[in-house]
């Protein structure tokens, strides 16, 4: 179930197939314009299924584009601002494309901030992008195919259905797209975890 937003150049998302209604989701690019994929820091894009929608619905990526536009041009105060009036209890960033940018990155931890100390809300998503200085971050974010480092909350891989995973690694238990809604990449602490290719 979800639910679509829009207020003025606004326009985000309530949940999905996979997250609850009380899931804010926002991208800030599209999977066919993301930056980890562009410059070759994404290591699942041959079965990213953010992409997926992409080619499944013609509506998905003029969204995400647009969704684009308006990160750009906000700042964190504005931002925030637009969701005053929304009842979310997490913000999911980036279910498509990338933090673009160590600018993208203070950006969103100033977000991730803000709706801390006002609503309590935790921000939290993945990230292929590495080489950006993550310390001191407030978002809870994990490496998607690298491992953990200063400021992150572990790392992602993906593995086959059935697959081994390595010793210290939780398994994640959604199951073919469907969340188990465990809340563990909304947690605090470094947890590395392996999701099954779905």
Request: hydrophobic letters at 35%.
């Amino acid at each position: 179930m979800s639910f679509y937003i829009k207020e003025g150049r606004f326009e985000a998302k309530l949940g999905n197939l996979d997250l609850p209604i009380t899931t804010l989701i926002y991208n800030f690019e599209s999977a066919n314009g993301c930056t980890g994929k562009l410059i070759g820091k994404c290591k699942v894009w041959d079965i990213c299924y953010a992409q997926k929608a992409e080619t499944t619905w013609p509506t998905v990526t003029p969204y995400r584009e647009r969704q684009r536009a308006f990160w750009k041009k906000c700042t964190p105060r504005g931002f925030v601002n637009k969701l005053a009036h929304i009842p979310f209890k997490t913000f999911r960033f980036g279910e498509a494309g990338e933090i673009d940018s160590q600018e993208s990155l203070d950006k969103l931890n100033d977000i991730a901030k803000i709706l801390w100390d006002k609503r309590r809300v935790v921000t939290y998503g993945y990230s292929c992008m590495e080489h950006l200085d993550f310390r001191g971050s407030i978002a809870r974010i994990k490496l998607s195919g690298y491992p953990a480092k200063e400021g992150t909350t572990g790392s992602t891989m993906v593995v086959e259905k059935g697959a081994e995973i390595p010793e210290g690694w939780h398994r994640c238990n959604g199951k073919a797209g469907k969340c188990t809604r465990c809340n563990i990449c909304t947690l605090p602490n470094i947890i590395n975890v392996a999701m099954e290719k779905h």
